[in-house]
């Protein structure tokens, strides 16, 4: 990493890379008291980390990092009891992260998809931009507290 850290939160994001954000580059669990704000995204095919942009608001411990459906990143949290001051405040402001990949031009439309699957079953997606897709993942929606994503 750029900036070494206790508790931050990481998100696995759909072209493959690792958004990492928050936590403190010093101390450990509720004693953390030096947030990093500096984001990154790690590359595990040149094993590279680039430097994103910076959080507005400390994400120490209890705080949440989670894709959302339109490809964005949201962080929340940080918690009152756990944490010294002056982050012992219950923190109630989210920010979200655009990731590079959404500024790559149009995103592919879906044009139809099986209304119902089961575990095990096939089933197909149609988009009229079919020529121009390398690739397609899937992603579960999650749910993340203590820099794990459930």
């Known amino acids: 990493m750029l ?9 696995l994001l759909p072209d493959g890379t690792v958004f990492v954000c928050g936590g403190s580059s010093t101390a450990s669990a509720d004693v953390a008291r030096t947030p990093v704000f500096q984001a ?3 590359d595990p095919q040149t094993n590279q980390w680039t430097a994103m942009g910076a959080m507005h608001v400390p994400r120490l411990y209890q705080a949440a990092a989670i894709l959302l459906p339109s490809g964005e990143i949201m962080t929340s949290g940080t918690d009152k009891f756990y944490n010294i001051a002056p982050f012992d405040h219950a923190e109630n402001r989210v920010e979200v992260f655009k990731p590079p990949y959404l500024f790559k031009g149009k995103r592919p439309a879906i044009a139809s998809v099986t209304n119902q699957v089961r575990h095990g079953d ?9 020529d121009s897709i390398a690739s397609a993942c899937f992603i579960a929606l999650g749910a993340s507290t203590h820099s794990f994503n459930m």
């Open 122 to 130: 096939l089933f197909s997606v149609f988009t009229p931009d079919v």
């Open 40 to 42: 990154e995204i790690y």
């Open 3 to 11: 900036n070494g850290r206790v508790l931050p939160d990481a998100v």
